[in-house]
DNA sequence: TTGTATGCGTTATCAT
DNA sequence: ATGATAACGCATACAA
C-alpha cells in the first residue's frame, strides 16, 4: 500500500505537500501538484481513512442501530425501507454506514455508547429501541450526536424523525366512525412503543368526538407480531361480540387478526372491517386487501440521516422531522 | 475521552503496562492489573478501535456491497435476509460491518476495491453483483479477502457461497413433468446472473431426461422484475398457447406471471401451473400460494459471513459453501 | 510555495 | 514485571 510517503519521495518533494496537493489546498503549485497527482496514480495510492481518522478526531461514519434486525421480522419490510433511506442520503455524502445490531436476544455485553465510543462512529441513527430499554436515556443524555426514530425525545445531542402517529390514528378513527361504525375496538401493540401511545390517543379523542366511546375491555394488547394479532382480536371479540370494526396498531397484528377472524367463520369486510398501521408490503398482497395508514418508510430513514449529517456537518441543531402519512383504503374495510 | 495515557498517569504506571494489562497479558502483576483495570473503570475508558487498527493494520470491519439495495427492491426480502444471516453471524465475532452500496444508477466513481482499501476493510462480502460488472474481475482477483454471493468464482483470495441452482431447477422439471406436463415454459432473468444461467440449464436437462424438449422459443427472459415477467410469460403463451405450465426464475417474475395471466382469464394451476424460484415471503400471500424452490437466504448470508472470517481469522482457504434448498409445494401447480 | 516537527492513541520491540 | 521508545499514516502549526 502506498502511503503519502511514498509519494513524497518519489516525487522529491515533502510529505506535508503531498498531503496539502492532494486535499486541494491552494497554497501549492499547478505544477508540483500535477506531478504529486500523477505519482499517487502511478503508485495506485488510495488514502488511508484509519490515519485520518485518528488525526482528525472524525470516522466519517454513522452508526445505525437497528432493534429487530432479525429473522423473524424480515416480514415487516419496515426496518429494511429505513435502512434503504439512510443508505441513499449517506451514500450522497462522505459517510459510510457501519451497522449495529441488538437482538434482544443476545444480552448485550456493551452498550450502544460503548458501541459508538469504540468505533469511534461520528453519530448514530437508532432504530427499533423500546422505551423502556435500560439505554435510551443513556443514548439521549450522552454526547454522540443521534436520531431516534419514532421516538419522539431531543436532548441536547439527539433529534429525532417520526411520523404523527396521533394524527394518523385519528384518521382512522374519523373513516371507520364516518362508515358507520359504532362498536369499534383496537388492537393495540405493547406499551413499551411510542407509537402505540399515539395510535391509541388519537384513536381513542376522535371517536370521543363522535360520541364513541372506546372502553378499556374493547382495547386489546399483542405485541406487534403478526400471532398476537390474532390472539388480541378474538379476544376482543368474545367480550364484545357485537364488535364491527378493529383498528390494529399494525399491519403485521391486523394481518394476524384477519387470519384468525377468517378461520373463525368471520366475512372480512362484511362481517368485521379491519384497518392496520403502517401499509407493509404484505398488506397490499393479502386477502381482502388492507386498509392502513400508509407511512413515509423510506423518507423516515432519509430523513433521518439528512438530519444526522446536518448536526455533524453544519453544527445544526438537534431537531425533529416529521414525514407524511396517508390512508389508504383497501378492501378490509366496507359500510357496517 | 480517556486514554491509555490517562490511566497510565493516574495509576502511576507506563501505557505499556495499561495496554498489556487491558489485554490480557500474562507478564503483569495481578495487583498493577487490578489497580489498572479499576482506573480504566474510573475514567470511563473505552479503547480506540482507529488507533489500535492503525498500529495493527486490521480493522476488524468487514465490508458488506450490496447492489439492489433499492427502494424499489423491498419487495425482495432476499436482500435483507442475506444481510441478517451475514450480521448474525459477524455479531459472534469481533467484526463490526460497514455497508457499501452501489446503486447501478449512482455511476461509482470508486470502484469497489477503492472503497474497500480507503476504508480498510479486512475482508468483503460481495452480493448481488452482475456477472458484466466491469470490477468483478478487479474483485476477484484482487488481495483483498471476499466472499461472492451467488456467483461461483473462486480466485486466490475469493470465495463462494450459493444453492445448487442447476438440482434446483432440475427438481422443478422433475416436478412439472411429474404432474403430467408436457407443454412447458420458462421464464427466465437476464443473461448476467449466474443463476440464470444454472437454473435454465438444470431446467432443460432434466426435461430432456423426460423426452421434453425445451426449445427457444419456449424460453421467454425477463429481468428479475414482477412486470417483467408478466410480459414474458404473456408471450410466452402467445408463442406457444398449448403451454400447461412455465418454470419462472425467480418468484417476483412468477408474481408477476400470475398477475398478468389471470387478467387475461387463466385459471392458475387449472389452466396454467407456474413455478417460481427463491421462496420469498410474497410467495406464500399470494392467490394461489406460489410453489418454488426455497433457498436457505439467511444461510447464505451466514456462511458467506463464517467463510469470510474464517478466512481471515484462520487463514482459511477460500472455498466454497453450498446451503440448501427445497421444493415447496403450493397452489399454483397442479396436475395437467 | 515548501519543509520540519509534532501528535492522534495504540501496539510492539527491546531494554532493564 | 515494567518502562522508554519507535512505529502506524496522516494533518497541521510553525518556520523558512
Request: net charge negative.
Given at each position: 500500500m502506498a502511503t503519502i510517503k511514498d509519494i513524497a519521495k518519489k516525487a522529491g518533494v515533502s510529505i506535508t505537500t503531498v498531503s496539502r496537493a492532494l486535499n486541494g489546498y491552494?497554497?501549492?503549485n499547478e505544477d508540483t501538484r500535477k506531478k504529486i497527482v500523477e505519482t499517487a496514480k502511478l503508485l495506485n495510492y488510495s488514502p488511508n481513512t484509519i490515519a485520518r481518522s485518528l488525526v482528525m478526531?472524525?470516522?466519517?461514519t454513522i452508526g445505525l442501530l437497528v432493534s429487530g434486525f432479525i429473522r423473524e421480522n424480515a416480514k415487516d419490510n419496515f426496518t429494511i425501507e429505513v435502512m434503504t433511506g439512510v443508505n441513499d442520503y449517506a451514500s450522497q455524502t462522505a459517510y459510510d454506514i457501519v451497522l449495529f445490531t441488538t437482538n434482544?436476544?443476545?444480552?448485550?455485553?456493551?452498550t450502544y455508547t460503548q458501541l459508538c465510543k469504540e468505533r469511534k462512529v461520528d453519530g448514530v441513527i437508532i432504530q427499533?429501541?423500546?422505551?423502556?430499554?435500560?439505554y435510551l436515556d443513556e443514548v439521549i443524555e450522552g454526547e454522540i450526536p443521534c436520531v431516534l426514530v419514532d421516538i419522539p425525545k431531543i436532548g441536547k445531542h439527539a433529534g429525532y424523525v417520526s411520523t404523527d402517529n396521533y394524527a394518523g390514528a385519528w384518521e382512522v378513527g374519523e373513516y371507520l366512525a364516518g362508515l358507520g361504525h359504532t362498536s369499534i375496538g383496537m388492537v393495540n401493540g405493547?406499551?413499551?412503543?411510542f407509537v402505540s401511545q399515539e395510535r391509541l390517543k388519537g384513536f381513542k379523542d376522535s371517536l370521543i368526538q363522535k360520541d364513541i366511546k372506546l372502553s378499556d375491555d374493547r382495547i386489546s394488547n399483542g405485541d406487534f407480531t403478526e400471532e398476537s394479532g390474532g390472539r388480541a382480536a378474538l379476544q376482543l371479540l368474545e367480550d364484545n361480540?357485537?364488535?364491527?370494526a378493529i383498528f390494529c396498531a399494525s399491519d403485521l397484528m391486523a394481518i394476524g387478526a384477519m387470519t384468525a377472524l377468517k378461520s373463525r367463520?368471520?366475512?372480512?369486510?362484511?362481517d368485521i372491517s379491519i384497518v392496520g398501521y403502517d401499509?407493509?408490503?404484505l398488506s397490499r398482497y393479502v386477502q381482502p386487501g388492507l386498509t392502513t395508514i400508509s407511512q413515509d418508510t423510506y423518507g423516515l430513514g432519509y430523513e433521518a440521516a439528512k438530519l444526522l449529517i446536518d448536526m455533524l456537518?453544519?453544527?445544526?441543531?438537534?431537531r425533529k422531522t416529521i414525514v407524511l402519512h396517508e390512508l389508504m383504503e383497501r378492501d378490509s374495510s366496507a359500510k357496517v
Open positions: 491552494s497554497d501549492v478526531k472524525k470516522s466519517k434482544s436476544s443476545k444480552q448485550r455485553e456493551k427499533g429501541i423500546r422505551t423502556d430499554d435500560p405493547h406499551e413499551f412503543a361480540p357485537s364488535t364491527t367463520g368471520y366475512r372480512i369486510p362484511e401499509n407493509i408490503l456537518d453544519h453544527e445544526g441543531e438537534p
